[in-house]
């Protein structure tokens, strides 16, 4: 394979520069080095400042580019309007001149696989005669939306009194069912236009890679592929060692911005009974308001469950008055912890969530029954298909105010762990934990996916031109 007359396809991997989003892009990576291909990292000067734990970097090569904001990314700029504004102009100049400085190196690039939150890297990638790939990082079913509320099927704002809407490949939604860029348009008018334009160029992409796998959605998948016939579900991308295990010591994503917490967790989960822990965490964006904090706080009392409840540094003031020391007894609260490490001890019995799409897949893969707590984004879409769809949890709802009041998580809680509902529920989590497996294994639906991609895209070792 080594000899001088091969050489590896080279494969440049653009995520876009959140960690819920360069996670699944770097496993990505791992199964395509795994398959063959010469990886190239690039990420933004600004991630990059960022990052406080990172194996990542000396995992690959990686290159930088820059967003028009070095220093401190969307921070720095003030608002999204003006970041991704001036990261599409000074992303796709300083990407130019990356492709031209790896050419002239003697390693050209032959792919770029980029985030479909930056669709004008495929611009980028055609003007220089170089294969585009999409990658979404969410659920087929969040994107069938977006592209219809790109196309104008799904009309903005939506009709205050219409309740339910027929989409094609999915089941029928409530307006709460919607991403919240759907429903509340008006908030987030920058993110808005940023997830419907994923779908600007996408007719124009040599491949369309989904972060998820075919039995999941595959209604949604059969229908896009009408549209796309080069769609394909390369997920979950959960390190190998929770899944296949081919790729070893592949056991931990590799970057994070935040420090975990491992050993702390590690010697308390030891102590706990087994199934008897109820984890708590809404990833690394999501913020409760206080009252909604406090709720939740009180509700893990109520329950009278061993929890391990994640509350980065910059939450801790919206906890309760002396919550963690009245509590000590029955929780532990971190300010980051190794999440795949959690998911997967014998200990944990149920995964109170916000439903980030990463977290929804770890739970999948892992079996772990959730209690689903959506705040924003695409998450409220994700809950709905966690109890409706694949029944492998309980919405939690909320009040009038959007409050989930302690009442409620206390028997969302209770009604997961013992109660009979909660009997279906754990079944139904260990059947898509043998499917997740089944899928990334030699020869699974997601396998073969990337072995087709790996192919056709020559990023196997072939000969030298």
Not at 360 to 381: C, F, H, I
Not at 432 to 456: C, P, Q, R, Y
């Amino acid at each position: 394979m080594e000899n001088g007359n091969l050489r590896k396809g080279h494969c440049l991997i653009l995520p876009y520069p959140l960690q819920g989003h360069v996670n699944p892009l770097l496993q990505f990576s791992k199964r395509l080095r795994f398959k063959g291909a010469q990886i190239t990292l690039v990420h933004t000067k600004s991630f990059i400042n960022r990052i406080k734990d990172s194996s990542a970097t000396s995992l690959f090569p990686s290159e930088t580019i820059s967003d028009g904001f070095d220093e401190g990314g969307v921070q720095q700029a003030g608002n999204f309007q003006l970041y991704f504004s001036r990261f599409q102009e000074v992303g796709s100049r300083t990407l130019g001149e990356l492709i031209e400085k790896l050419r002239d190196s003697g390693s050209p690039v032959d792919c770029v696989v980029y985030d479909a939150f930056l669709p004008w890297v495929l611009d980028v990638a055609k003007k220089y005669g170089v294969a585009g790939a999409v990658f979404f990082t969410q659920s087929c079913a969040v994107g069938d939306i977006y592209y219809h509320v790109c196309k104008g099927v799904v009309k903005l704002p939506l009709d205050d009194h219409r309740r339910y809407y027929e989409i094609p490949g999915l089941p029928v939604l409530e307006r709460s069912d919607f991403p919240s860029f759907v429903t509340a348009p008006e908030i987030y008018p920058a993110a808005r236009e940023m997830v419907i334009n994923q779908f600007s160029n996408v007719d124009k992409a040599d491949w369309v890679l989904f972060n998820t796998l075919y039995k999941l959605e595959q209604e949604v998948i059969d229908w896009m592929s009408k549209l796309w016939p080069a769609i394909r579900p390369v997920g979950p991308t959960v390190p190998s060692m929770y899944l296949d295990k081919r790729l070893q010591d592949d056991n931990d994503y590799g970057m994070n911005i935040f420090k975990p917490m491992g050993d702390t967790c590690r010697k308390w989960l030891e102590q706990r009974a087994n199934k008897s822990v109820v984890y708590v965490s809404f990833g690394s964006l999501a913020a409760l308001n206080s009252e909604a904090m406090k709720e939740l706080a009180w509700g893990l009392k109520m329950s009278n469950k061993y929890f391990l409840w994640v509350v980065r540094s910059s939450e801790e003031s919206k906890l309760p008055e002396n919550f963690v020391e009245e509590n000590s007894e029955k929780g532990l609260i971190v300010s980051w912890c190794p999440q795949l490490e959690v998911l997967s001890n014998e200990s944990t019995g149920c995964f109170v969530t916000h439903c980030g799409w990463n977290s929804t897949l770890e739970a999948l893969s892992l079996g772990v029954p959730l209690v689903a707590m959506p705040q924003w984004t695409d998450q409220t879409t994700n809950a709905k298909f966690v109890e409706d769809v694949w029944e492998i949890g309980i919405k939690a709802g909320a009040d009038g105010n959007g409050i989930v009041r302690k009442e409620m998580i206390d028997k969302c809680i209770k009604e997961v762990m013992e109660g009979k509902r909660g009997e279906k529920i754990k079944e139904n989590a260990r059947k898509w934990k043998e499917w997740t497996l089944e899928a990334a294994h030699e020869g699974g639906s997601s396998d073969k996916n990337i072995d087709e991609f790996v192919s056709k895209c020559k990023l196997g070792p072939y000969p030298k031109s």
